[in-house]
């Protein structure tokens, strides 16, 4: 069992395509989903595969005489066999901060009281932490929470893509919503803030004025409805023009959205008496975790970029 715990932090800096293989629908080639609520995700087994290769690459350019394959296979397994355990657990990316067309301001981040009751959970569990902190149930699809300095809202009106939302005020003027007398925004921000200084949380910090929090049935027709479709076609190799019946369409996860994984390390799977902890992988792990990596499908026209960062 995993003894040392962080999370993986993903903002998108490029629209990502991490496949769930052949659609039935008019999507050829759909992006992973949770069967239960339809979000996005990244499947533990493709962000693990991204995470490993990027660490392996960016071990060998710190090592010009070449990186400890060993090493590496204490943190990760044997890359071409099954002979060693890995040390480190990597789950689900999981979706926060969804970005949608605004009429104010370009974007806004949305989210909404599951997701966030989710992350407050997640963060919570691996340290043991009593989950006190709960948004109460937002059931006005008509409604919308952004904080008091938001760029997004005009006259107490949001508009994101065609849908126009009423933002509703408490007595004190304050969003009617909170998480520990904390709006949001500020509250998933705050946790953030022992990590400022990398490339990742910099970015989120920047545009902290743009989220907003809709109801769990909104951000989930959003999220199903305006991730990036695009249409593609299939160039013959002899020919070099497009083959008949060769266009299809793919689906992305659009650039700027910003999702959360777990990561725990256990102590090495060896009967050495100088295998090493829990602690002493994770270190390995943080030291050797470059700040952007690419994930998923079409890494040759630069999707699938993403920034990281470990919390």
Not at 125 to 137: A, F, G, I, R
Request: glycine fraction near 8%; charge should be negative; include cysteine.
């Amino acid at each position: 069992m995993a003894t040392q715990h962080t999370t993986i932090l993903i903002y998108c800096e490029s629209s990502l395509h991490a496949g769930a293989g052949q659609g039935v629908g008019t999507i050829d080639l759909p992006i992973q989903r949770e069967r239960h609520t339809g979000f996005p995700k990244i499947e533990a087994s493709a962000l693990r595969g991204a995470v490993r290769e990027a660490v392996w690459e960016y071990h060998l350019s710190k090592n010009r005489k070449g990186g400890d394959e060993k090493e590496l296979n204490v943190v990760f397994g044997n890359k071409n066999d099954g002979d060693k355990r890995s040390a480190l657990d990597i789950g689900d990316a999981r979706l926060i901060f969804f970005p949608v067309r605004s009429w104010k301001g370009v974007f806004a981040w949305i989210t909404c009281p599951y997701v966030l009751n989710r992350f407050i959970k997640d963060m919570a569990l691996p340290d043991k932490v009593e989950v006190s902190l709960q948004l109460p149930v937002h059931e006005n699809n008509n409604e919308i929470f952004v904080s008091e300095d938001s760029i997004i809202k005009s006259s107490n009106k949001v508009m994101l893509e065609e849908y126009v939302f009423n933002v509703p005020k408490s007595q004190n003027g304050n969003t009617a919503i909170l998480i520990n007398h904390e709006d949001p925004g500020t509250y998933f921000f705050n946790r953030l803030s022992n990590n400022r200084g990398s490339a990742a949380t910099e970015l989120i910090f920047s545009l902290t004025d743009r989220w907003a929090l809709v109801t769990d049935e909104v951000f989930r027709d959003f999220v199903e409805m305006y991730t990036e479709k695009i249409t593609r076609n299939k160039i013959n190799s002899n020919t070099g023009t497009a083959d008949d019946g060769g266009l299809f369409n793919e689906e992305f996860l659009p650039t700027e959205s910003i999702l959360y994984a777990y990561v725990g390390a256990t102590d090495e799977f060896s009967i050495d008496n100088h295998r090493k902890s829990a602690k002493e992988i994770m270190e390995l792990f943080r030291q050797n975790l470059p700040d952007m990596i690419q994930v998923g499908g079409d890494a040759n026209i630069g999707k699938g970029l993403v920034r990281v960062n470990l919390l």
